[in-house]
């Protein structure tokens, strides 16, 4: 097992709301920021939302915004993502990420992330 573990992730109708959970272990006092991805069934894996966690800054996907809502706490290493009005395409596997680069602040890029949870299914029925 990483040092990021997600969770929260199942089957909900359309139109409700769902929160993940990732929660880090070990050396995350070096992580600068930490972010979620999604992978849907034959696609590429896209970027979601990130958060620096010094400031709390954060940046969406554009499609998702207004839905989608990533927040964290520091004092318990984790990041969370709220999501709202889902949607049937909105079902994916979504992963964690974090990175320790400083400079870097957001990247939306997944190489420039050098941790990984698992993933957790997140599947939206009509």
């Known amino acids: 097992q990483g040092p990021l573990v997600e969770s929260g992730g199942e089957l909900v109708q359309a139109g409700n709301s769902l929160r993940l959970s990732c929660t880090a272990s070990?050396?995350?006092?070096?992580?600068?920021?930490m972010a979620w991805f999604r992978q849907a069934l034959g696609k590429e894996r896209e970027f979601v939302a990130g958060?620096?966690?010094?400031?709390?800054?954060?940046y969406y996907l554009d499609s998702l915004k207004g839905r989608f809502t990533i927040s964290r706490d520091n004092a318990k290493s984790a990041v969370y993502l709220q999501m709202s009005s889902l949607k049937p395409e909105d079902t994916a596997v979504y992963y964690c990420?974090?990175?320790?680069?400083?400079?870097?602040?957001?990247?939306?890029?997944?190489?420039?992330?050098?941790?990984w949870g698992q993933g957790t299914q997140v599947t939206v029925s009509s």
């Open positions: 990420a974090a990175h320790s680069r400083r400079g870097f602040n957001i990247p939306t890029t997944e190489t420039l992330y050098a941790y």
């Open positions: 070990g050396r995350t006092t070096s992580f600068e920021a």
């Open positions: 958060i620096t966690l010094r400031g709390g800054s954060t």
